[in-house]
């Protein structure tokens, strides 16, 4: 918020010169990945599937930014996104075209990401944004849109917690160090007209330093009474940036989250679709299922086109609800950027993860997992 929109993208300077406030822009993303695991690379995202080279998303943009510079008027944008390729999984929500993943199990799908209108209101404190939509999970470092990431492949932080939410949400610039943000959503992951649907709260708040080196975002997401149901996950999150110097930065992140009454692993309840069951205690039907994570991105800048990334990850999933495992997991992955001209990015990078409690990887045939991976995005 403050900031003008001075990015121009290829298809919009083919088309009128890129003097259009609405723009259309996107990118391709093949993948080629190698393992030490077979059938599946999973819980790793977003190569799931094992020595593959795949097309993991297609993706186009509609997009108009409101103007949030000026302060005498009220403004307004939009987005519309589509997205094809195997990521659609790791974007799908219960009710948005969902079928095509949890009833027939698809490697490629389509999915409308994001769908979303922004009303800019200036005279609210320092500006004010009201979002009204399908829109990314407003907490976290990563998002699956490929070039929104340092890496290629996500932490394991990451490939579990909410993706989208659809509903409203306020953020309010109170002043040059301190933003907060109000929402009220269906709950994670689900459309409003699903039977998992129900009125959850967000709560976030930011805070940046008179340096600008340092920030802190703190948040509670998509609170309600977390009874079990479709990714009804209760999240809280905090994120802190750190600016070592004009070249060295980094970006961590931690979170807890829960649902309660899970249905146990080996009871008589039957779990959603698409929702794992839980490792219980003995005799229990049902339980709460906790799970804590935490993870720091190191990055470099080595020229204008070039830049290494270092990642270092944790995850206890303690009843396995997420994962499918019950077990803690590491992951350290190293990068390599490399932009050709504007509109090509290399990303190679080097994977090692460890599940320390039981064989988690490769479908649960393995404890470690090593994967040599890239992706190319082709910008338009």
Not at 103 to 110: A, I, P, S, T
Not at 222 to 247: C, E, P
């Amino acid at each position: 918020m403050g900031e003008p929109d001075t990015n121009s993208y290829p298809l919009m300077s083919a088309i009128n010169g890129a003097r259009s406030r609405t723009k259309l822009y996107g990118w391709i993303d093949p993948t080629l990945n190698f393992s030490t695991s077979s059938h599946s690379n999973s819980p790793e995202a977003n190569d799931d599937y094992s020595n593959r080279l795949e097309l993991n998303q297609v993706v186009l943009y509609a997009e108009r930014l409101p103007d949030s510079v000026q302060r005498d008027h009220v403004d307004w944008g939009y987005h519309l996104t589509a997205l094809y390729g195997t990521d659609y999984r790791f974007t799908i929500a219960k009710g948005y075209m969902s079928g095509q993943l949890l009833n027939d199990h698809h490697q490629y799908g389509f999915d409308p990401t994001l769908e979303y209108v922004d009303i800019y209101i200036p005279q609210v404190a320092e500006g004010m944004n009201l979002r009204l939509g399908r829109f990314i999970s407003v907490p976290g470092i990563e998002a699956q849109l490929a070039p929104n990431n340092y890496i290629f492949s996500h932490s394991l932080l990451y490939a579990i917690d909410p993706f989208t939410d659809t509903g409203l949400m306020a953020t309010v610039k109170l002043n040059d160090h301190w933003l907060v943000q109000l929402g009220i959503t269906d709950g994670h992951d689900v459309a409003p007209w699903t039977p998992d649907a129900k009125p959850s709260g967000t709560a976030c708040v930011s805070y940046t330093t008179t340096s600008v080196n340092d920030n802190l975002y703190v948040c509670a997401n998509g609170i309600n009474d977390a009874k079990y149901a479709y990714n009804n996950l209760q999240q809280y999150d905090v994120t802190w940036y750190h600016k070592f110097s004009k070249t060295w930065h980094m970006a961590s992140e931690s979170w807890y989250m829960y649902e309660r009454d899970v249905p146990a692993l080996d009871g008589t309840i039957q779990p959603e679709s698409g929702a794992n069951a839980a490792y219980c205690l003995p005799g229990e039907q049902r339980c709460t299922a906790p799970e804590y994570a935490v993870v720091n991105f190191l990055q470099k800048e080595l020229s204008a086109h070039n830049f290494v990334s270092f990642r270092s990850d944790f995850l206890d999933d303690k009843k396995g609800q997420r994962t499918g495992y019950a077990t803690k997991y590491s992951e350290n992955t190293i990068m390599w950027c490399h932009w050709i001209g504007s509109t090509i990015q290399l990303r190679p990078e080097l994977r090692f993860e460890r599940a320390w409690d039981m064989k988690a990887y490769d479908n649960g045939r393995r404890q470690n997992q090593l994967t040599v991976a890239s992706d190319l995005i082709f910008h338009f």
